[in-house]
DNA sequence: TTGTAAGCGTTATCAG
DNA sequence: CTGATAACGCTTACAA
């Protein structure tokens, strides 16, 4: 910068505001400077800026870490994080949410990063409350039960059990079962929590049974899980699923039942087109909207730390549904006796 | 730093001297410094040390952006890269690849990282020139065809592929199909290259017939391709998948036209042990060690940052097979008259 | 509209 | 073994 000062004659401090344009330059100077910059292939140095500014320009996206072992947030997430951080003029570092909050702090204490976006929150988070206390700005994926004055972005779960709900009721199907994380493990966890009560609230409002099973995360524990569940239930003729780490295991208990999908069962599941494509038959699915949602949440987080006032961004996306070929009418006479209201509706 | 000192009565370099050990300390106020550090909960503030040592301590990870739509490296790898550069000291910055060698550069020139980790190379990859050409540190995820002095580290395809040839060999099957990536779209691209021709290799060594066909990266294109090699090339027994996009493509159209698996046609791919339980049956996979992968790619850069010299640590990492329910011997006996080599061979 | 100069918090050189 | 002190490259009052 002192270099392109000197070859126009002009102070540093002309050069830098110039480029900031944090005060009035005129036209022309500005104009020259820009161009010797340009000429010169001049970057400013981010070290220096970040150290006069107090500002890193950098965010940190908290990744959790393998303590689930899987993990139910796929890669687009980061990737939408990633594309509207830098196009908003940030860096995006991932880092593996340490559980001790001293790591976060350090990180922040350093100075590395301006702000936080912190990924599977739990209902009642101590990272929260850390950070909460000591003002620094941050955004959550997920939500807390108090979120008041902190942004975040999540899926309305609720809403998106309803349209799983929906669209079997809609096809006959009377005897819902939900299968959800574990609870024992996952007490707390937002999403199982109001995707059960959705679930309950959805299957109660039109008068058809609905109960669920919890599930470990891992495909053995699906199949485990459905496996019990087609013998303590066989009535059931439809499947929603919130967590598509259990998927394979559900899909292969059904097969090895000899269940199969849709002519015995129906199922629904909350997951990315990428895994509903892969299964047998493709899987119907309520859109998880993981891109979208890591924009959001980094979006909400640059506007706080660009000094937005005003009310903090809480948004519980809607999601929309994709039906493919898990689901289908009820075929199974047995089961009503006459497949009442589903012969005539037209697919929407 | 400097109300440190002041505390302790020393100077500011003694100070840094004691927390970064480049010169001797005695032991005494070494100690001494590093109490009042933790006491007063310091920690050192990452742009001033930066623009003093002219070192970031950040490197970049260089994701591919969605120029294939989807893409085939799984998250485990980014969050194995961030785990091992946060335990070095580093922070990674996921950087969604931009195509235009201005923004690599401009990352770089404002000294925001240190080094980079490019992923998806071609085998003759502009990104690559240039980064050579300016002796800027980075590694590469995947090889090029001139890797002269630049660490990588990648899959050994070949192996892989041999690896699958082989199981299958051994279960007796004889007519194989490799289904790889579209080389019109994909020309340069490395993994298809030489899977492709490790496939012809490790047939022509076994003395079986193999061939291959090219599917776009859809699911869609996958179940194109799928059926017409199965009207085409109805003698075949087994398939080799490098690319998991194209899994559910394939298992469908198998399905529809009635083939199962493994009775019909056994399927081996090269895949993560999600994507494999996520299958109907589940799949037999090459293991992609994806997370390993991050993590070396990291290792090396920073190795190299950190002043190691000699040569480039350049590895082609060996795979290992799961065998899961989507491979069985050769049953159609139409296919060789008799199974000759399978009927007494053991599982290895 | 522009220039001057004081930081920002480290590191590293040069003397003791 | 330790202290001064000059960078590092930029931002931002304060003056003009």
């Given at each position: 910068?002192?270099?392109?000062?000197?070859?126009?004659?002009?102070?540093?401090?002309?050069?830098?505001?110039?480029?900031?344009?944090?005060?009035?330059?005129?036209?022309?100077?500005?104009?020259?400077?820009?161009?010797?910059?340009?000429?010169?292939?001049?970057?400013?140095?981010?070290?220096?800026?970040?150290?006069?500014?107090?500002?890193?320009?950098?965010?940190?996206?908290?990744?959790?870490?393998?303590?689930?072992?899987?993990?139910?947030?796929?890669?687009?997430?980061?990737?939408?994080?990633?594309?509207?951080?830098?196009?908003?003029?940030?860096?995006?570092?991932?880092?593996?949410?340490?559980?001790?909050?001293?790591?976060?702090?350090?990180?922040?204490?350093?100075?590395?990063?301006?702000?936080?976006?912190?990924?599977?929150?739990?209902?009642?988070?101590?990272?929260?409350?850390?950070?909460?206390?000591?003002?620094?700005?941050?955004?959550?994926?997920?939500?807390?039960?108090?979120?008041?004055?902190?942004?975040?972005?999540?899926?309305?779960f609720?809403?998106?059990i309803?349209?799983?709900?929906?669209?079997?009721?809609?096809?006959?199907?009377?005897?819902?079962?939900l299968?959800d994380?574990?609870?024992?493990?996952?007490?707390?966890?937002?999403p199982s929590v109001r995707s059960r009560?959705g679930f309950?609230?959805?299957?109660?409002?039109?008068?058809?049974?609905?109960?669920?099973?919890?599930?470990?995360?891992?495909?053995?524990?699906?199949?485990?899980?459905?496996?019990?569940?087609?013998?303590?239930?066989?009535?059931?003729?439809?499947?929603?699923?919130t967590?598509?780490?259990?998927?394979?295991?559900?899909?292969?208990?059904?097969?090895?039942?000899?269940?199969?999908?849709?002519?015995?069962?129906?199922?629904?599941?909350?997951?990315?087109?990428?895994?509903?494509?892969?299964?047998?038959?493709?899987?119907?699915?309520?859109?998880?909207?993981?891109?979208?949602?890591?924009?959001?949440?980094?979006?909400?987080?640059?506007?706080?730390?660009?000094?937005?006032?005003?009310?903090?961004?809480?948004?519980?996306?809607?999601?929309?549904?994709?039906?493919?070929?898990?689901?289908?009418?009820?075929?199974?006479?047995?089961?009503?006796?006459?497949?009442?209201?589903?012969?005539?509706?037209?697919?929407?």
């Open positions: 910068m002192t270099e392109i000062a000197n070859r126009l004659g002009v102070s540093v401090s002309t050069v830098s505001y110039a480029l900031s344009g944090r005060r009035t330059v005129s036209e022309g100077t500005r104009r020259r400077v820009l161009a010797e910059m340009e000429r010169a292939n001049f970057q400013p140095n981010a070290a220096g800026r970040a150290l006069a500014s107090r500002r890193s320009r950098t965010i940190a996206l908290l990744y959790p870490a393998g303590d689930h072992g899987l993990t139910t947030m796929p890669l687009e997430f980061v990737i939408g994080a990633a594309e509207v951080a830098s196009k908003l003029g940030y860096a995006l570092v991932v880092s593996t949410s340490p559980a001790e909050d001293e790591q976060i702090l350090s990180l922040i204490q350093r100075g590395a990063v301006d702000g936080l976006v912190l990924m599977e929150v739990a209902l009642r988070d101590p990272r929260v409350e850390m950070l909460r206390a000591r003002q620094y700005p941050f955004t959550m994926i997920g939500h807390c039960s108090d979120n008041a004055g902190i942004s975040f972005v999540d899926l309305d609720p809403q998106a309803d349209q799983a709900v929906s669209e079997l009721h809609r096809l006959g199907h009377r005897r819902l079962v299968i994380r574990d609870t024992e493990t996952e007490s707390g966890y937002g009560q309950y609230l959805s299957t109660l409002a039109r008068g058809i049974h609905g109960f669920h099973f919890s599930s470990g995360p891992t495909a053995q524990d699906g199949y485990r899980v459905t496996s019990s569940l087609l013998i303590a239930n066989p009535e059931v003729t439809g499947i929603v699923i967590n598509s780490d259990v998927l394979g295991g559900v899909f292969n208990a059904l097969h090895d039942s000899h269940m199969a999908i849709p002519d015995d069962i129906s199922i629904v599941a909350i997951a990315s087109r990428r895994i509903a494509e892969l299964m047998v038959p493709p899987l119907t699915t309520v859109d998880f909207p993981a891109a979208e949602m890591g924009r959001i949440g980094v979006e909400s987080l640059i506007a706080q730390l660009e000094g937005e006032t005003g009310p903090p961004n809480q948004r519980c996306l809607q999601t929309g549904i994709t039906v493919r070929q898990s689901t289908g009418p009820v075929k199974s006479a047995a089961e009503h006796g006459r497949k009442d209201d589903t012969a005539m509706v037209q697919s929407s």
